[in-house]
């Protein structure tokens, strides 16, 4: 199976949605969410594209659900945009809340550029650390909303046959040879 395809699958399992076109929609997220992972993938191999995706899945699952009003930021734009809640300004530049608000691959690509800096400032921390400071915008900080993301992150990897590491900077590695 295809890293698109895990990555889809590990959406609707969380998802459920009851229509195709509920599972069309996630299947154009996920051929989205791997192509913007692909160039920045936190580790290496499909196993690293497999879990930097898995993260951001994770991460947009826990703050929109993947619902389409908070994909399009509907009925009007709040203070968080998309499906990641990405607090406009530094995150959002160079793009407007309305090109955020209109296309998966920005809010992506914002989105992992979010984690992506975090990780870069702190070499030594953990994805546990990175995912915090997605979350509070303090890798320091505990709380309840960043140990579901990080939960998340590892039930859809286990569902999709990797281990991934959330509290040391070991490599995500497979369950079984592929």
């Given amino acids: 199976m295809s890293i698109e395809a895990l990555v889809a699958a590990a959406m609707v399992g969380l998802v459920k949605p009851d229509t195709e076109e509920g599972n069309q929609r996630l299947r154009a997220m996920a051929a989205t969410f791997t192509a913007e992972a ?10 690293g594209l497999l879990a930097t995706t898995l993260m951001l899945v994770a991460i947009g699952f826990h703050e929109s659900k993947f619902q389409e009003k908070t994909r399009r930021c509907l009925p009007r734009r709040g203070t968080y945009l998309g499906l990641f809640q990405l607090l406009p300004g530094p ?15 920005v809010q992506a690509r914002l989105a992992l550029r979010v984690l992506k800096g975090s990780r870069d400032r702190c070499k030594g921390c953990t994805p546990s650390h990175t995912i915090r400071a997605f979350a509070s915008g303090d890798g320091g900080v505990q709380s309840k909303e960043a140990r579901e993301i990080v939960d998340l992150w590892s039930q859809a990897a286990v569902r999709s046959g ?10 995500p590695r497979w369950l079984s040879a592929r």
């Fill in 38 to 47: 692909t160039p920045v993938a936190f580790w290496s191999g499909d196993e």
């Fill in 91 to 105: 995150n959002t530049r160079p793009f407007t809340a309305a090109e955020v608000c209109a296309s998966d691959a």
């Fill in 162 to 171: 990797l281990r991934v590491y959330p509290y040391s900077r070991q490599a």
